[in-house]
């Protein structure tokens, strides 16, 4: 009995670290990713562009059944950089750092260092969330953004949320943080059954209407031509085209698509708790 005890405290023990083995293994592919993906930003700077794959997409990559070796995908993204480079950074960017609107109409550069502190932003918010804000709008219907992805900064030298957002200027880049969380009354939704692929699409869709005007009407525009879109209507239309219907189908249905139609009364999105 008590060999058998033995051997069975045994046969545990080496279970369990070979499953510590699997999981540092698979952390240390992660951390890997993370600092290539860092120097890979730094490499796009340097050369004049801003990098337009976040993090998410940078190790997304490497995780399809395409590729097995970290250095042979991170030089096949190199390759693609070196064929086509990225987009010059020409976005309209807030001149105003330090101001309670610096948040807003940042293009792809980051004005000052954010806070992530207080509620670890950066490990819960994920590309293709919903940010609901509640004082949007006068705090009437509240207003909508979605979340592009999490971004190195090779100047500021930290990550950060971006957004994709339509704003009484436009349809524009912004970010997301601490701050902004508690100034707007924020909540973050995600939508349950969207896949990976819907969700880089539905965010590749309001990238598409970036310098568009915006219009605070009551229509639901799905067209890429349109020429104008308001806050919740841009990323209702972002993922309606890629066959996800987010407006919620409950008897509280307000005109047009506001905000609270695709989170707060919406059947497709999960509210994710962050404080």
Known sequence: MKRFISGFITMMLIIGLSNMCFANSQD???VKLQKEYEEFSRFAYQKGFYNDISLEDFISGYNSDKYTDIIDYVDSQYKLLAQNGFTS????INTSPGTDSWHYNTGTKLPQKP???KYKLLDK????????????MYGIIGHSALVE???YDPVQGVYYIRLVEGLSYGVSRSLLDDK????RKG???RIKNATYEQKCGAVKFCLSQLGKNYKGEFSKDLNPEENDWYCSELVWAGYMN?????ETKWYINEPGVSPRDITMYSSEAEHIKVR
Do not use: H, M, P, T
Not at 125 to 136: R, S
Not at 180 to 183: G, H, I, Q
Not at 242 to 246: F, P, V
């Open 149 to 151: 992805g999490k971004f």
């Open 125 to 136: 918010c994920k590309k293709g969330d919903i940010v609901y804000e509640a004082k949007g």
């Open 180 to 183: 902004r969380l508690d100034d």
């Open 89 to 92: 950074d020409k976005d309209i």
């Open 242 to 246: 890629q066959g996800l219907d987010i």
């Open 187 to 189: 909540y973050i939704y």
């Open 115 to 117: 806070s992530y502190k």
């Open 28 to 30: 240390s592919v992660e």
